[in-house]
């Protein structure tokens, strides 16, 4: 195990830092990576259901991003970042946010606008104040209304190739309540088929089994904390849940608003985002909620069939506000007087 | 109780199965005048003067001040600046020995600590140069000493020894465990007080077994297994986890009347004060991997890093870094010359390969260091306000509070140095105080 011994120790050149001398052996890389692996069962049900433009979005998605943040720190002058593999996450999760026949220049303007606008802007990774792929949805969805809301319907496993294009099943429940048609006039998937990934969607939107699955790994490795995601679905739940028991014709399901949609894909992968959420636990809660209320209000009365998206933008704006108000309190610090309740003097 | 936060280092106690061992004797010492937070003490001996082992060879200069003593019978070589763990050069006297050894006549025993006054034992604690051997190196019989207006009602005794690699505060209770309980009993004498708790992580229930066995009749001792988690150690997070108080921010634990001393410091004060026996030695864990030969050492205070080394076989060809005290919150070390003091509770050598550099990338907020502060404060605000020069701001964000455990650097992704920014901030944050002062 010990190599050379010398009788007498005779150093020069040792290395002097300030302490800690040691460290849990973590870094950035590891951490993305972790995420990455994270959503493979996810993307493999993906290209499962929508075949090889499924595949092709992704590899464009990923090179895309990938380009633009190498690009990106050589205009800025700055050592280049890609090895950090947050460019390819965020290549892998806008890809999910699209549908999966998009267009090949699509998916390219897409790449630009998040890492060029949702990112690099900022100063890189760590100072974006939104999540860079969701900026780069909405900026698709509202300046592309058609393509980004063409969905393709998988014909069953395997068959991407010439499956047709209908709607989501959220965009099929919005169209008719805005036709005034009950609920029972929409052919629905079930909830088997939900989990699984059998309907309509971009290739995040399908498969909650399988993000789920990544989920769960993710918060096994301590990548993310479960007030995200958990808050997140269940006020979704709360929410929805009482406008079904209110009018069971006019509102979907609960269980149907979780596990269609961008949700799991967006209360695991999208709200956990580090950098554009709380670091506080209580905030992450916040946070959480913030984001389910949110979406449960945009699916239910808003304009937009899916809010998820939306949802975490808005609540990413107000990051900043609720880590102030989150703080915890210091050890030895006065409890705050709502709590007093202090032995002794 | 738990307290919040805490990180789980591998702790990687490669000495703790070591019985002490006595360094043997060396032909050279080097001894510092200050080892101590406080002022150093006046040199009272001459080059060229003949002095045993244990004769003083500073005066206490003030209330808060130490005199240190010759480590060996043999001469004043040389009284001049010298190689200091602390980085700067500092008033040392080096001392050639003898090799007889002989103890100082003077150095007789003080008497039954069971029956001496409190104030007689607190001078003798102090003639004998005892300092708060975790590290702190503050002056015992100044913390024996609280004010007043703070009353007292409780010792705790630190056997916690968080830090990984460092095994000599276990070798003690294993080794001297009948000292550690009777030094308690003194030190409750000294302070008045009637209950004494002691922790020990739950990593060495062995030593814990130890003290409860040896621990006399008549001493009310309470000993607790704690759970094993950095930094346990930290007086303010000991004192939580045994009884549940918490020293207010800013505060010290004699605020919520409690005193803390270390299981070493226990032991030295009553063989100072039983034996007569002042502080000329200490144990030292001699460890890492870059270190051939690991021990737990009773090292004379004033040998050289050097001499220590090569007594345990040398180091690896890839040695990176000297550290004194454990690789958490230990001190670096550039210079081999440098003595070990009376505060140096080991010596950790680390390969190059496995020593970090942390080269500050940029704050992700993954919040894994928010989760690990055992203050409960947010680093990673802390840390982008010290980037940013907004000096002015970390008031608010009780950088002040910063025990600079480096729990927060340690499990940052990033690998940011957050305990050197902090430190920064700290002072860039005192200075604004200051502005605001003169202003006011
Ligand atoms: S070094 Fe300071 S900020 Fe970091 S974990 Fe320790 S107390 Fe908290
Ligand atoms: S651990 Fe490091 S990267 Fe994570 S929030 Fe703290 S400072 Fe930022």
């Not at chain 1, 290395?15 to 001398?21: K, L, Q, R, W, Y």
């Not at chain 2, 021990?295 to 004194?324: A, E, F, P, W």
Request: charged content about 20%; overall charge neutral.
């Amino acid at each position: 195990m010990n190599t050379p011994v010398k009788d007498t120790v005779s150093v020069q050149n040792l290395i002097v830092s300030a302490s800690p001398h040691v460290h849990a052996g973590q870094d950035v890389r590891a951490v993305m990576r972790d995420v990455l692996l994270a959503l493979v069962p996810g993307v493999l049900v993906g290209l499962w259901f929508f075949g090889l433009p499924a595949l092709v979005v992704l590899l464009l998605s990923v090179g895309g991003c990938v380009a633009c943040e190498w690009a990106a720190c050589r205009l800025l002058g700055r050592r280049s970042t890609v090895g950090d593999l947050s460019a390819a996450l965020t290549g892998v999760l806008l890809a999910m946010n699209l549908p999966s026949g998009s267009p090949w220049w699509l998916v390219l303007v897409g790449a630009v606008v998040a890492i060029g606008l949702g990112k690099a802007i900022y100063g890189g990774l760590g100072m974006n104040p939104f999540n860079p792929a969701l900026v780069a949805r909405v900026f698709l969805l509202i300046s592309f209304p058609v393509q980004m809301t063409r969905w393709v319907v998988p014909r069953g496993p395997g068959t991407g190739f010439d499956a047709a294009t209908g709607a989501t099943p959220l965009g099929a429940v919005k169209e008719a309540i805005s036709l005034g048609r009950p609920l029972t006039a929409v052919d629905l998937p079930g909830a088997g088929d939900l989990l699984l990934g059998d309907m309509g969607g971009s290739l995040g939107e399908v498969g909650a089994a399988a993000l789920m699955l990544g989920g769960f790994y993710l918060l096994w490795r301590g990548i993310i904390r479960w007030q995200i995601p958990v808050g997140f679905i269940a006020s979704l739940v709360v929410v929805t849940g009482i406008a079904h028991a209110a009018a069971p014709d006019r509102y979907l399901h609960p269980l149907i608003h979780v596990l269609s949609g961008g949700l799991i894909l967006g209360a695991f992968f999208m709200a956990t985002d580090m950098v554009t959420s709380p670091v506080t636990r209580r905030g992450m809660l916040v946070f959480g909620v913030g984001c389910g209320l949110l979406t449960a209000v945009i699916r239910l009365w808003g304009g937009y069939p899916e809010g998820v998206s939306f949802a975490i933008l808005l609540m990413n704006a107000v990051t900043p506000l609720i880590d102030r108000y989150t703080r915890p309190r210091v050890f030895g610090a006065p409890r705050r007087v709502l709590f007093s309740v202090r032995r002794g003097s | 109780m738990k307290f919040k936060g805490g990180i789980h280092p591998s702790y990687l106690k490669l000495t703790a199965g070591l019985p002490i061992e006595a360094m043997p004797l060396l032909e050279r010492y080097l001894v510092p005048i200050g080892q101590h937070i406080g002022a150093p003490g006046d040199v009272v001996v001459e080059k060229g003067q003949a002095v045993k082992r244990g004769e003083p060879l500073t005066r206490p200069a003030g209330f808060v001040s130490v005199p240190v003593h010759a480590p060996t019978s043999g001469t004043v070589k040389k009284i001049a600046d010298f190689p200091h763990p602390l980085g700067r050069p500092q008033l040392s006297i080096e001392l050639e020995a003898d090799g007889l050894d002989a103890w100082w006549e003077s150095a007789a025993p003080v008497g039954d600590w069971r029956t001496l006054a409190p104030a007689a034992l607190r001078d003798a604690i102090r003639d004998a140069g005892i300092v708060g051997l975790g590290g702190a190196t503050f002056p015992t019989h100044v913390k024996l000493s609280p004010p007043e207006d703070k009353p007292i009602d409780l010792l705790v005794v630190n056997g916690a020894e968080c830090e990984p690699y460092l095994t000599s505060d276990h070798r003690i209770m294993l080794e001297q465990a009948v000292d550690v309980c009777e030094g308690v009993g003194l030190m409750m004498r000294v302070l008045g007080v009637g209950r004494a708790m002691v922790g020990v992580e739950d990593n060495k229930p062995d030593a814990l077994e130890a003290l409860r066995r040896a621990c006399p009749p008549d001493l009310p001792l309470e000993f607790r297994l704690l759970e094993t988690k950095y930094p346990q150690g930290s007086e303010k997070h000991l004192i939580y986890a045994l009884c549940k108080r918490e020293v207010p921010a800013g505060g010290l634990p004699m605020d919520v009347g409690v005193v803390v001393q270390n299981v070493g410091t226990a032991a030295a004060c009553v063989q100072a004060v039983r034996d007569g026996r002042p502080m000329t030695e200490r144990v030292v864990t001699v460890t890492g991997s870059a270190v051939m030969e690991p021990r737990n050492l009773m090292v004379r205070i004033g040998t050289t890093l050097q001499d220590v080394l090569d007594h345990c076989g040398g180091v690896t060809g890839d040695l990176g870094k000297v550290i004194y005290g454990g690789p958490m919150m230990g001190m670096v070390q550039f210079d081999l010359e440098c003595p070990v003091l009376k505060g140096t509770s080991g010596i950790l050598c680390l390969k190059e390969s496995e020593v970090t550099q942390f080269e500050g990338r940029a704050c992700i907020r993954c919040g894994n260091c928010v989760d690990a502060c055992p203050m409960l404060l947010v680093p990673s605000r802390m840390g982008v306000l010290v980037e940013r020069s907004r000096w002015e701001d970390l008031g608010e964000a009780c950088v002040t509070d910063c025990i600079e455990c480096g729990s927060c650097a340690y499990v940052c992704p990033s690998r940011r140095p957050l305990v050197q920014y902090f430190k920064r901030g700290k002072l860039e944050w005192r200075a604004v105080q200051r502005r605001q002062d003169s202003h006011a």
